[in-house]
């Protein structure tokens, strides 16, 4: 489904990617993990066209990404920006609304799916209303979450789009989405720092470390059988809180 | 954005191909000049004529006796008043001029014929304040040779014509130096103050009376008579020929008095020409007009519908223009340049230049008073739609990008609502220039409040000023509240949060 | 050291802190915690001045919060915004010495400053040189945290400062701040979604729910005493993906 | 910001307090009119005294018959050269002229003396082609009467002279209506061209030999004698004695051949006047001036410090107020308004209006032109300044309290940079468009590109209209790319960011 091979990508003469290959079958969901700074963001960005790499190929459905049909194909994706990327001059459902009504999707449909979207979210109807700079964290999160699944796309990129949520709903979207994405089969690109998380959405994990990919597995097999200290380190480094929470809640 | 150039490019040749102005002309038209004397007698003309059942019009203040002379010989007017003095030393100056025959045999070649005179003599005369009589004892002219301290206050008119100052003093060979030119209103403010001692005046100012002032007799007969009297194109009694019967009706009419009586009727009682000259007829022939009163706000009305049409058409096609311009600019940065410079150059080229340079091309009139307005617009609303889409941050435009939005979507639904408040800003700066440059409109017959305002220059009649530059202001002022109203509602309420916190 | 008494707050005329009554001790480290559009970011926004309240009063350092005082108050906290809030027009280096440049504070001292911080939080000193929209949400995340600590304030104010760092930097980060904070006897206010997190800094913990204190205590007397069954939901929600995870790796 | 506000007022008080020219007074002072010849014969008498070690200097080009001899009358001119013709039909019109005699007594009672002739006549007449002179056999201006069908071009000097067309027509009673008035070298061309048949011309016309014309001879001796003279003032003799025997050296001097070779050396050689009054004088004198070649060159750059003077400071002084009030504005939107409104309004006072009202206040030269620059060029930085600062997003400026910064610091540090783009944006259309508009300088002698806009728009001379366009418009280029530069450098390169992807 997603095909990187080759990539490199250089900042003012600082290369960040170093000659990346990488296979993403479909239906599957692949979660992206790696220390602050590696190259996560910069490679969903390469994914979908945002940036272009020096070297290197990348392919979506089958088609080679190029400059003509990089607008065709992202609106067959969706995507999570780290930052979530809200329109600032537009309210959350106007925000959510733009590509279906500028596709000119069925207004009536496009309620429903809205109404859908909140009660996955936990986000209520009047929210929606509001501006993004109305909104908590945590709730810009959500809108910019439900914008990317509107048109219920094929392929996701998520950048830590949890990573805001408290708890209580990052736990129980991470349910929902994991139902989601296989039984309709999406293919999912996720970044995340919570390795929780990593556990219970991926099918795959990459772990990248300065740009390279350290390895690509399942999680089982990257714990028994990790390429690198750094990726057993890696994996255990939040074992050490939780077991505190543990130890004090009894 | 091609669509767009499209159509206003489609809109301003409409704008140019548009006739401005249409002239009813079978019409017969009495002019006057900007004095009130010459305004009520003209009015007085009208309306008899009105009456008499002849179409007649009133175009009144029209400058000079040399624009008059000018319009009525080339056929833009039929009638107006005069003076025997001025038609001698101004309209037939270097002609040999001894005998009202002589007048008439000169005026004939010009295909003009002229009335006997309406009654009364309105000639220069040179005024006092009676405690200034009193203590210089003055009765004539001639007496003022021996105080060569006196200040002299008179009309720029009176400066300069050829029978005024200059040869008034070499004739009675005066001393005085302290010699000013001054509004003719300022002038009495000025006696009355006591800042100059003595004023020119005509014999049949209102002002005589009020301020009870002391004529000095022409005691070595300077001044020549000022009868007045009505000129008119010969050829008119061709078309109307019951008109010179009319006209004939006004011989010996008006005495001294009754025309001091109406010019202070008019001046300082504040009744209207029309009136004045509605009652003047009504004595006279018991008739009674019909006045149309033209006052100061049916021109305050025409004026504003000119200057409106000025800049609601060139400004609507600017903005047309220079925000597709601006997008151009933007999405490239040499581009940008070369838009900004040409529109730039464009902006430094002399208005008095550019209306000269579009005469051979659109003539006069509105049209190319709107190209030169458009092309002043444009550099504000170019340079801040450009200034406001480069400046965009960043992630809106990726997250844009991220979306799949093709790059006119982009522009139409993220970019340029986020750049509304830059653009809007150009737009308000550009529309307060082009309500101040529309002025420019009177330059070329255009119309507008810049009428008044030049006028009012030209004649240093402050009041004329104002009625041309507070309307502006107001009408400036207007068009930019109402583009800061299309920013309350066209901004994104997104866009113009503000911090609660005032520290 | 901090004290808030009966705080309401709405924005149009919709409450979102409900008669809000709570006191931090000096040097306690106070964590936050609660679900998402709870109300705590808009808490901490009010303790520093950004917000004025309806009802209620603050004081902190033992006075009380005005217009007139606030500015001088506010140079003596440390606040780390949800969204870091970095100013794009300086570098990262610009956007820490901002406020020590601005003092006039002796320039080698902040260069010192500046290098023991870098060690703290792992950044390279030639990061420091780039402009935040040149940084990854990590980076621009511990920028924010190291200008806050710029000026080694008394109190600091931390909404989620390290909610996008990847693991191993979030754990060492963790537990150096812990060290920091006691050893110098900081009060610190922390809002953090990671229950480890707030079991491993916090000395007292917040819940918060719809704009009211459910609970204020321990970590483990919010465990033994709940005062809500919601407390223990949402103390916890997270254990059952951790579970997967040590499932996955054995 | 206090601070700032009261810097501006000094330096703008100290602008205005500025005197901007000043006039070396013991110089002779020689005007000339603004044709070739006028030039010549004053370079030649500017050239001669020099020659004879008096101080002197040409004030070239300066406008009409009256401007001359009112700045001679008043002092600020000492000679000039004028023609008997001109003397008695324009300069003391109206008064009883029948001898040299009484010319002499007639200017000396305006302080001013007069030479002898210095030989040659320049008087009008009438020019055709050969062909059109064998085609209608024309000898003589009496011949005109019979060919109604003539197509006559005036220069409009000659359509309005009181000793022009009007009264040649009476005089010769010619029956021709296709009269039009045309620049005095379009008039060549027409005539070349075959689409005018007449027109009027100088007897030492230059022209004359090169088209080959036929000269109308002035049967009914219509056209007074023009014999070239020089007036003075009479009371330099007081202060430079030797004067008198100097400028009598020049009575009969220059034959008509003369004259004509000097014009057509300046006309159609392309000699300037300098050179050629140096071979005169080297061949009647023996003598050699040195002669300062003021070229194009020399004017582009005196005009050029004149408009970089008017612009630097009134732009200079227009930042330095319009940002603090912008500021200032965008604390308190009521504020903001009033500011606006303000400033709106100052920009729709025309730019005539507010010059007049200021001579009173700051008399005439450099600081009116300042001040009213200055006044022009608020608008689009006010604007740009507070629309700038109130479109700042919500979370720098949260961001900018929460450290601490007071709002001085905040302003400085944060919003000001931040703004900045918006900011330049309005200090660049402000520059372009205070460029443009400082040729008002012009308008009242404050100089800069506007001196020869003006003077080519009066002359219809598209070559000095261009003169002062095209470096204004340099200059307006000039100060954007300085200011694009200003940006690049002050704006932060965290704001300049591009995107990489293109779509
Ligand atoms: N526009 C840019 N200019 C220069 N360097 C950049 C730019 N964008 C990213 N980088 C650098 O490239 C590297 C990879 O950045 P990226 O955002 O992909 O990291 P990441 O893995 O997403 O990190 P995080 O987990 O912190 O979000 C980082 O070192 C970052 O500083
Ligand atoms: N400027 C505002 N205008 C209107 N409502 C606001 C505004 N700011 C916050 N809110 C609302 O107030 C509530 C509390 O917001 P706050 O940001 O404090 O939540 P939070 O607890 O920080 O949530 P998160 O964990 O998602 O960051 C939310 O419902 C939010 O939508
Ligand atoms: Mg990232
Ligand atoms: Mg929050």
Redesign the interface.
């Known amino acids: 489904m997603i095909h990187l091979k080759g990539i490199s990508k250089s ?1 003012n003469g600082n290369e960040v990617i170093h000659d990346l290959s990488l296979e993403i079958p479909q239906g599957k969901t692949v979660v992206l ?6 190259g996560k ?2 490679l969903l960005r390469l994914m ?5 790499p020096e070297k290197g190929n990348i392919s979506l459905f089958q088609e080679d990404l190029s ?1 003509a049909n ?8 969706g ?1 999570v ?3 979530g ?7 959350a459902v106007q925000n959510m609304r ?2 279906a009504d ?1 596709l000119q999707h069925d207004p009536i449909k496009t309620e429903h799916r809205i109404a859908e979207l909140c009660d996955l979210t936990h986000i209520s109807a009047d ?1 929606l209303k509001r ?9 810009v999160q ?1 809108v910019a979450l439900m ?1 990317a699944l509107m048109l219920d796309p094929q392929i996701l990129f998520l ?2 789009p949890l ?9 129980s979207l ?1 349910e929902e989405m994991k139902t989601i994405f296989s039984q309709l089969g999406k293919t999912v690109v996720l970044v995340t ?8 959405l991926a099918d795959l994990i990459v772990i990248m470390q300065d740009g390279y990919l350290l390895q690509y597995d399942t ?2 097999k ?3 059988h990790p390429a690198d200290p750094f990726v057993t ?10 077991q ?7 | 954005m091609k669509n767009l150039t499209f159509y206003s490019c489609l809109f301003l040749s409409l704008l140019i191909a548009n006739p401005v102005q249409a002239e009813a002309a079978s019409e017969i038209r009495i002019g006057s000049k900007k004095f009130t004397e010459s305004v009520i007698l003209s009015e007085v003309i009208t309306q008899h004529l009105q009456n008499n059942h002849i179409s007649a019009t009133h175009k009144d203040q029209l400058g000079g006796t040399r624009l008059l002379w000018k319009a009525l010989v080339q056929g833009e007017l039929d009638i107006y008043p005069d003076y025997t003095g001025t038609i001698i030393y101004e309209i037939l100056q270097g002609e040999e001029i001894s005998s009202d025959a002589d007048i008439k045999a000169a005026l004939a070649r010009h295909g003009v014929s002229i009335t006997a005179p309406l009654g009364f003599n309105n000639t220069y005369a040179l005024g006092v304040t009676p405690s200034t009589a009193r203590k210089y004892s003055l009765e004539k002219i001639s007496d003022l040779r021996q105080y060569p301290e006196l200040r002299f206050g008179f009309t720029n008119e009176f400066m300069d014509r050829e029978d005024g100052w200059p040869s008034l003093r070499n004739h009675y060979q005066l001393p005085q130096t302290a010699v000013r030119g001054l509004d003719h209103d300022l002038a009495y403010k000025g006696l009355e103050a006591g800042s100059i001692d003595l004023i020119d005046l005509y014999s049949t100012d209102a002002e005589i009376a009020y301020y009870q002032l002391s004529i000095l007799e022409d005691d070595e007969s300077y001044f020549p008579d000022y009868r007045a009297v009505i000129l008119y194109r010969t050829e008119l009694i061709d078309h109307v020929p019951e008109i010179q019967a009319y006209l004939t009706q006004f011989g010996s009419i008006i005495s001294e008095t009754e025309m001091i009586k109406m010019n202070s009727d008019v001046k300082l009682e504040g009744r209207s020409e029309a009136e004045v000259a509605q009652s003047f007829l009504n004595i006279k022939f018991n008739t009674l007009s019909k006045i149309e009163v033209a006052t100061r706000l049916d021109r305050l009305i025409a004026t504003t519908s000119e200057h409106l049409f000025l800049v609601c058409l060139s400004l609507g096609a600017a903005i047309l223009v220079a925000i597709p311009l601006g997008i151009w600019g933007s999405r490239n940065s040499a581009l940008g340049q070369v838009i900004l410079s040409i529109v730039g150059i464009i902006q430094t080229i002399p208005s008095l230049a550019l209306l000269v340079f579009m005469i051979p091309l659109l003539g006069i009139g509105g049209p190319p008073a709107l190209v030169a307005l458009f092309l002043y617009s444009l550099l504000p609303i170019v340079r801040n739609t450009l200034s406001g889409l480069t400046g965009l941050s960043i992630d809106v435009q990726e997250s844009a990008r991220a979306l799949g939005l093709p790059a006119s979507a982009r522009l139409r639904l993220i970019e340029l609502p986020l750049a509304a408040r830059s653009i809007l800003a150009g737009i308000k700066t550009s529309a307060v220039i082009n309500v101040g440059t529309a002025t420019l409109g009177a330059l070329i017959g255009a119309g507008g409040y810049g009428q008044p305002i030049l006028t009012g220059i030209r004649l240093d009649d402050t009041g004329l000023i104002l009625e041309g530059a507070i309307p502006a202001a107001v009408l400036a002022l207007l068009v930019q509240w109402s583009f800061d109203f299309a920013e309350r509602t066209f901004l994104s309420p997104g866009l113009q949060m503000k911090q609660e916190s005032t520290s």
């Open positions: 900042f993990i790696g220390p602050s700074g590696c963001s910069t979908v066209g945002l940036l272009w400059k990089v607008e065709k194909l992202r609106q067959q994706v995507f920006l780290q930052d990327g809200l329109f600032p001059h537009m309210t733009l590509m500028y929210l501006y993004p700079s109305e909104l908590s964290g945590g709730q959500r914008r950048d830590e990573g805001a949520l408290d708890p209580l709903n990052r736990v991470q720092h919570d390795m929780g998380e990593a556990a219970s999680l089982s990257l714990s028994s380190e890696f994996i255990n480094a939040q074992r050490k809180p939780w505190q929470l543990e130890d004090q809640i009894k």
